[in-house]
């Protein structure tokens, strides 16, 4: 993008995949190693927003930092997006908080969706508000990622949230509906990557910046596997040894994959679920791999901690590698 701004949305049409939690400790991970991060909470349900603030925190938050705000204009007729001011989580991290009145944009995203095939002018402007505001919020704030939260559906809301990406990442759980969902996501990604790449041709307003589409999958994380020794469980395991197969069938559109997970390179990561991590990092508002033993991580929590803190390093490096992410000072 001429921005030089990375936009990152992990999508699955199939909920409870652990999802929120991925995007939520990967965007503090960026920020960890260097990277300044906007996460965009683009979900109704606002669950992201949850997870990095307190109910105190959203009740008082200024409007001026909700991402709904600031593309109401648009869809009031009433004038163009404003510049969302993020809220700042800590140096290099910030979120654009959700709103559950996003969901009241589906009727006219959806409309302007073909008449942007027209060449009219006001469906560009729709379709892209969100797009520049996620845009405008990450100049002003220097962001090198934008990281994109959307619920598990395939409405319009969420094709307009993912065609602004350069990259969809697929979280995966080793089960019978999260393969299933890969059934609705590969051919629906490249229909709308084809009608966004023609109808974008067709915009009158040539200064208007207009989400390229690109949309590569960039692979997928397996989510929420249990282990043995090291191994997943047997219920898991017929699960997993389809996943390489289906992804590559199903989304990048090539037959007969006899790869296995291990040796998959779009298998960018196998990611424990920490079940037991989880309730005492949401109790302090922490990413699991920053818990401490004065936040009650000790004995084989502490390890477990060490474990998370591994995972996620190894898999944000391997992201800025497929990426081609590079800090200022590089």
Known sequence: MGSGITFLTLFNNKGGVGKTTLVYHLAWMFSMQGYAVLAADLDPQ???TAS??????????????????????IFAGTGDITTPTPLKIQTRLAILPGDLRLSLVEDELSLSWPRAGNGEERSFRVLSACYRALLSAAENMGADLVLIDVGPNLGALNRTSII?????????APDMYSLQGLDNIG???????????????????KDLPLPQGKMEPLGYI???HSERTGRPTQSY????????AVFHEKILEEQNCSLSVDADKFCLARLKHYRSLMPMAMEVQKPIFNLTSADGAFGSHAQAVVNCRDDFTKLVQKLVMRIGLSLDNE
């Open 164 to 172: 602004a990406s350069d990259y969809v990442i697929t979280p995966l």
């Open 237 to 244: 395991h017929k699960w997993i040894d389809r996943i390489p």
């Open 222 to 224: 397996v989510m929420q």
């Open 46 to 48: 606002c669950n992201l």
């Open 187 to 205: 051919p629906t990604l490249r229909q709308w990557r084809t009608i966004w790449s023609r109808n974008k041709e067709n915009c009158p307003l």
């Open 52 to 73: 990095f603030l307190t109910e105190e925190q959203i009740e008082n938050a200024p409007k001026k930092s909700n991402i709904y705000e600031a593309v109401y204009p």
